[in-house]
């Protein structure tokens, strides 16, 4: 390898390495945060640091845009040296950040003498019960006969691909099931982690980045699929998610239950996926990148 | 109508995503700083105006992210102002 190569591909690596993922999953993660906070606020004068939320997001996107901008300049210079086609152009991994496992050395230690302690009971539990048996229009399912508690799912890409496979099989009680059987901050994760996948999936399945225009062919493609399995949701909840994949500026509307965006959306990623013929363990980090298609009839 | 115990379980939930978001701002500026001592040992001596604009947007992504940082705790503080008169 010469030296001119040596660098191309030394400057490839650093481009491949800057952390849109990690930025994506911060804005995602903010978004959810400030959905979560609009709701309380309906009941508040206080702005209870929305406005604040507001602007870190934004923050947020003018960072990814700069990162963009770096590897543009950065393709630019590689072009410049003549060595841009050597390069293969790696597969977008930024959907998958979000759906990343926590690492267990990233989370806080627990304070002395709390290690053995049970988690406090989630005070969230029924509220978002009450909200899936609506989205749903599924009962939780009865307490266990020996009155263990149930087995929860606590991890919310997991739940995802729960979801998608419920999605994949028309089963809207075993949806109704894995919706129910996780707290509420897993099923709440659900609105950060399904942004980037929705749009990659979406992409794959017009053929090309989702932009304005296909809005309507979206809809056409996934919104009957939705409602069938969600005949609760409200029609607002499913066109904000598709306007947001659209990049295109949602209707004007009341601040909407959390759990609504969080369980149609996961939803959505479902029909997705079912629409390409795709497993729902195709979601797993681990698994393969599925071949992109030149564009499937939607 | 939701309780107050279920505004103060949404307001934590929401503190428990801005903290997951503060992890990853931390985490990409900490790759954005690899990136930068990257580029510098690399690029060190060129005047070509991509290798400058590259420079120029990496800091400014780094900038930016110090931004976002700094509104989330302002965030927090309000929140936990809030649930503080619940």
């Known amino acids: 390898m010469s030296l001119l190569q040596e660098l191309g591909a030394q400057l490839r690596a650093t481009s491949d390495e800057l952390p849109t993922g990690l930025v994506t999953v911060a804005m995602e993660r903010l978004r959810t945060a400030t959905e979560l906070l609009n709701w309380v606020r309906q009941t508040s004068v206080d702005p209870i640091g929305v406005p604040q939320l507001g602007n870190a997001t934004e923050h947020a996107e003018h960072a990814a845009a700069a990162l963009r901008l770096t590897q543009d300049a950065i393709a630019a210079y590689l072009a410049a040296l003549g060595l841009a086609a050597d390069a293969g152009t790696p597969p977008d991994q930024d959907w998958k950040a979000g759906l990343e496992k926590k690492d267990k050395q990233d989370e806080p230690a627990p304070a002395p003498g709390q290690e053995e302690q049970q988690p406090p009971p989630e005070q969230l539990g029924p509220w978002w019960r009450e909200r899936v048996e609506k989205l749903t229009g599924e009962a939780p399912p009865p307490p266990q006969a020996n009155g263990a508690p149930p087995e929860r799912t606590a991890d919310t890409a997991e739940l995802l691909r729960r979801v998608a496979a419920g999605v994949r099989s028309g089963d809207r009680a075993r949806l109704g099931r894995d919706l129910h059987g996780v707290n509420a901050a897993t099923g709440l994760g659900l609105s950060a982690v399904t942004p980037p996948v929705l749009r990659r999936l979406a992409g794959d399945l017009l053929g090309h980045e989702p932009g304005p225009d296909d809005l309507q062919r979206l809809r056409g493609a996934a919104g009957g699929r939705v409602k069938s399995l969600l005949p609760g949701t409200p029609p607002a909840t499913l066109d904000t998610l598709l306007a947001r994949i659209c990049r295109t500026p949602p209707a004007e509307q009341a601040p909407a239950h959390p759990a609504d965006s969080a369980v149609t959306a996961s939803v959505l990623t479902g029909v997705l996926l079912a629409r390409l013929g795709r497993d729902p363990a195709t979601l797993d980090p681990g698994a393969p990148e599925p071949l992109r298609p030149r564009g499937v009839d939607a | ?86």
């Open chain 2, 1 to 86: 109508m939701a309780s107050v115990a279920e505004l103060r379980a949404a307001v934590d939930a929401a503190l428990q995503q801005v903290t997951e978001g503060q992890a990853a701002i931390q985490a990409a500026r900490e790759k954005l700083g690899e990136a930068q001592q990257s580029l510098a040992a690399a690029l060190d001596g060129s005047a070509n105006d991509a290798v400058g604009a590259a420079h120029a947007s990496l800091s400014q992504a780094d900038q930016q992210l110090e931004e976002c940082f700094g509104a989330t705790l302002l965030a927090v503080e309000q929140a936990q102002t809030y649930t503080a008169t619940l």
